[in-house]
């Protein structure tokens, strides 16, 4: 499967943008810039799925956080290069909503933990690559 880079954008102008000296940005400068911010996040994303692949019994609040945040992870679902990576990140998600859901509405943070550890002894495993 081909990969899709953020750097790969078309864009049109041979000059994105200026800096503060009113000076252009080549186009190459940017592109390198996306490369690295696209890595930086792909390597926050492996981060997060290495710990709910490995210990997520020991991490009840990055369960929560993810949850608290799990709008901001709608972008990079749909991203070609981050689509392998996101698999296990959307299982907790989705397990653990679907959890929440089934306990009621305003539910109090120490419940929503206490929920969170009684779903991790709860999933299976093997469902996480």
Do not use: W
Request: aromatic fraction near 6%.
């Amino acid at each position: 499967m081909e990969e899709t880079r953020l750097s790969d954008q078309k864009c049109t102008p041979n000059i994105l943008s200026k800096t503060n000296e009113n000076k252009p940005i080549p186009r190459l400068v940017v592109a390198q810039d996306l490369n690295v911010i696209e890595e930086v996040i792909r390597m926050m994303l492996e981060i997060i799925n290495s710990c709910l692949t490995n210990s997520l019994h020991h991490n009840p609040n990055l369960v929560y956080a993810l949850l608290y945040k799990r709008d901001l992870f709608e972008q990079f679902r749909t991203h070609p290069s981050f689509q392998d990576i996101m698999q296990n990140i959307d299982l907790v998600i989705t397990f653990f909503s679907s959890r929440l859901l089934q306990a009621g509405a305003e539910l109090s943070v120490e419940r929503v933990l206490e929920i969170i550890k009684q779903g991790v002894i709860a999933l299976p495993k093997d469902r996480l690559k």
